[in-house]
């Protein structure tokens, strides 16, 4: 990670939360203006709260000689998915007189009155036959040094997508992490009787239908190379297992036993699925290999077993259970046993998530009839409550561990929301139409 | 007069026919739009890797309606018709009221070996969608249960779960929720 220095934030710091609430709401909303004209942008997202240590960067517009297409404008990506991590503050340069495009034309003294840390300048050049350079500089504003000097080669309906690379870049080099920007999300869109299960961007953008029905569509969940979905299609009038390739299309049934198939949820090494049996009156959790071969019964219980989750090291499989009368969370071997109690705050705890790193779990939990995320910290089981629903669903985490992303409800109709795993930073993504539920983010691709 | 209470029960139960009206059919392939994102970095020392990140194809799942014909299960003059059976909250316990209903169809299918049913549990809205999966399965197995009492076999019956995907959404009080906690039974071919 680099270290920026962080003598010039102080006007920053002594904002009231408020201000900086609005000072945020106002930018990101000229973003949002200033993108309008985007066709494919189906999720809209509203950002609020933020906390006082991000880093302020100005993502400056790129250069561009005329022959490349003007849609597109990356420097409006790259801050919209900084700004959306919650750990930088993009700076408005509309009011700035120069515009520099090089590190050789900046004039840092300009940049640091305007409290940026760091700044971004750059380019697009044709190539020929339809290519594109993207040249991108990543600048230390105080120390005037270069911290990344970057070509992207891309074509002109890909612009997005290196933009969301760049922005990983930014992320990476700043804050020691990776970036989750070039991730997609899943998500099942419900419009009149339709369903359709959507990939999309993980900023909302090009949302694209999986499979589509006149039956419900629930529970996806990514293959840990991102190139397989499984979820539950109920086409046939009853709730089955598919495993689909996002790339061919080919979809196979991996559990379709007499009774209920449901709540995939994959291993991390891809190898096999944990799967929901319901054959009789008591849920049941197996694993199943992918092709549907290999069914091996995980629990044995005389209560619901449900909403399997492999711990990222692949060796547990945690899972919600009413075995103790009201459902709470559980967790036993990935090969079977005995089962122990995760959770005992509260009387109703589902639906359990792991962060990527796997000390921590996100769930959902009925705090006084509100069902709300929680983020429970597995090496000493404190609990914070991060959504404020009363209806919110399914969260995942970001490939990075640093935002969870859930299905709530804005006056009555379903939207996906997202939280920073501190809880500071809010965002919600909703459609222009449809109801909207089920989200699974999935793997970076790499 | 119809109370409201009883109107939301018809319009269950117009939903419920219109449903069992419905066959799924095989999916149809669309053709997929494939799309390429391979932006290369070509300063490698501080680069990403190339990447590839490939388009989405869809598969199009849809039902055609396919009724025919005059029979005792669509005799809207005949208890067979009636297929819903109500529960209390956080209940599967089977209220006398429905007796008659699944002795009716218990007579039915002890008199057509041939025929199968699919009970159907459901769930009102509130909880997660898996675990209310789970919840409308015992409502669908207590009917089963039931059906065996009677001298059903388990053959000629499969138990299944909506969960709370077929609910009402938005649901403001018990008048609204209640309707939703039911079984549908559904037979074979409908």
Sequence with gaps: MYELSKNATNFFMTKTPKAMMNLVRTFIFGLLFGLSSYASAALEIEISGGGAQQIPIAILPFGKSPEVPAKDNLHEVIAADLQRSGLFRALDTRGMANLPTNSTQVKYAEWAALQAQAMTVGDIQPLGAGKLNVHVQLLDVLKQSILADMDYQTSPNQLRYTAHKISDMIYKKLTGENGFFSSRIAYVNKSGKRYALMVADADGYNPQPLVSSNEPIISPSWSPNGEKMAYVSFEKKKPIVFVQSLNTGERKIVANFKGNNSAPAWAPDGSKLAIVLTYGANSQIYTINDDGSGLKQITKSTAIDTEPAFSPDGNWIYFTSDRGGRPQIYKVSANGGEASRVTFEGSYNVSPHFSPDGKSLAYIRNDGGKFRVAIQDLANSQVQLLSEGSQDESPSFAPNGRVILYATKVRGRGTLAAVSADGKVRQRLSESSGDVREPAWGPTVK | ?190
């Design chain 2, 1 to 190: 007069m119809l109370k409201p209470f009883n109107s939301k029960l018809v319009l269950v139960a117009v939903a419920s026919a219109l449903l069992v009206a419905c066959k799924s059919t095989p999916m149809a392939d669309k053709p997929a739009a494939v799309e390429d994102k391979s932006p290369v970095a070509t300063k490698p020392a501080d680069s990403a890797p190339a990447a590839d990140t490939s388009g989405v194809k869809e598969v199009v799942v849809d039902s055609n309606a396919n009724n025919t014909g005059n029979n005792p299960l669509k005799d809207p003059n005949n208890i067979l018709s009636k297929r819903n059976i109500y529960f209390d909250f956080d209940s599967d316990a089977i209220k006398a009221e429905f007796r008659p209903l699944i002795e009716a169809h218990a007579k039915y299918l002890l008199a057509n070996g041939n025929a199968k049913v699919v009970l159907q549990g459901n769930t009102d809205e509130r909880g997660t969608r898996e675990y209310n999966l789970s919840l409308g399965q015992r409502r669908s197995v207590a009917v089963k249960k039931s059906l065996n009492l009677l001298g059903v076999q388990d053959k000629q019956i499969e138990t299944v779960s909506y969960g709370e995907e077929k609910a009402t959404q938005n649901c403001a009080d018990e008048n609204c929720f209640q309707p939703n906690r039911r079984v549908d039974i559904v037979y074979e071919g409908e």
